[in-house]
């Protein structure tokens, strides 16, 4: 498809590696592209970053119609820049598409645009140790009207933020509340799908969790309150006398690449993971007995991120002595390596930019 672009009339100057943070920056341009039942997608355009005019009756403002994917473009050794397993964010916006009732787009329009844009703003891909682009596609129901109904016109949207370590403690393990009254989400709900609701849903635990010194929660299911689900807005692993356990895909869990690819390289290197049911009286044992040895969250902006403390009701527990465990650290090692091309990608999960 052919993309309009307008350049921004100037250009701003990119910020010190050390200021990033995470999501604070913002790029030159924006990709825009709309949607309706008559035309599909068309009007592709790259135009300068910033504000732009919406509908005050717009679905998205008024009934959350809204779904994003996260990924990041790496800079290499060699000055090229390369993104990680794209096709996996862009048929899990797809999925995501499906349960909104948002509009599909077809996969290799959706990879062209988000690798011409990439490339356009590639210059902004930060070279620092530990420094990436982050890349924010995201879809919104466009209809201006206030009739609740699936969604006849949309917008895509992608921005890209060069970007720091996520959490301010970096690869430093995080202490984490167990929440035993907020759900994220439920089966048959939207759980597998990354639209804003469920984060907008998920701010009230977060906030109490870190008003107590937390740096995000443990979510137990929605029904029962019994197996572990997510951490924050990360999967979770743990590693229990010697086996990886992760919580399987019940349809609340988003299915994170991340997730995918720590159990690609575990299995590929005869580590022994299991997709289960894991309930937190299990757990709790576990850490009783002392056979919790690791515990960890992986997601694309923190990449593996290790908990140090758990807390749950009033107790709270020391997970590998308040450090970095050694598979957690061999999969943080593995999988950023392969992303910012120090090591061997022999998974083929990386695609490099023109
Ligand atoms: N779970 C939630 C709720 C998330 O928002 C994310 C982040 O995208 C993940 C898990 C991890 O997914 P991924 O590894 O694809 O980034
Ligand atoms: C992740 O990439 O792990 C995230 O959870 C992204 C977050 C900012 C929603």
Known sequence: MEIKITKAPELKTKPDPSTLGFGKIFTDHMFIMDYSKEEGWHDARI?????????????????????????????????????????????RMNNSAERLCLPEIPEELALEVLTKFVNFEKDWTPSADGTSLYIRPFMFGNDETLGVHAVHNATFMIITSPVGSYYKEGINPVKIMIEADDVRAVRGGTGYAK???????????GQKAEE??????????????????????????????????????????????????CIEVLKSEGYKVSERLLSIDELEEAMDNGTLEEAWGCGTAAVVSPIGELAYKDKKFTVNGGKIGEVTQHLYDTLTGIQWGKIEDKFGWTLKLD
């Open 47 to 91: 135009v300068p970053f910033g504000p732009f005019p919406i509908h005050p009756a717009s679905t998205v403002l008024h009934y959350g119609s809204e779904i994003f994917e996260g990924l990041k473009a790496y800079r290499t050794a060699d000055g090229s820049v390369q993104l990680f397993r794209p096709l996996e964010n862009i048929r």
């Open 195 to 205: 639209c804003g609701g469920n984060y907008a849903a998920s701010n009230r635990a």
């Open 212 to 261: 107590k010194g937390y740096s995000q929660v443990l979510w137990l299911d929605g029904v029962e309150r019994k197996y572990i689900e997510e951490v924050g807005a990360m999967n979770v692993m743990f590693k229990i006398n010697g086996e990886i356990v992760t919580p399987m895909l019940s349809g609340s869990i988003l299915p994170g690449i991340t997730r995918k690819s």
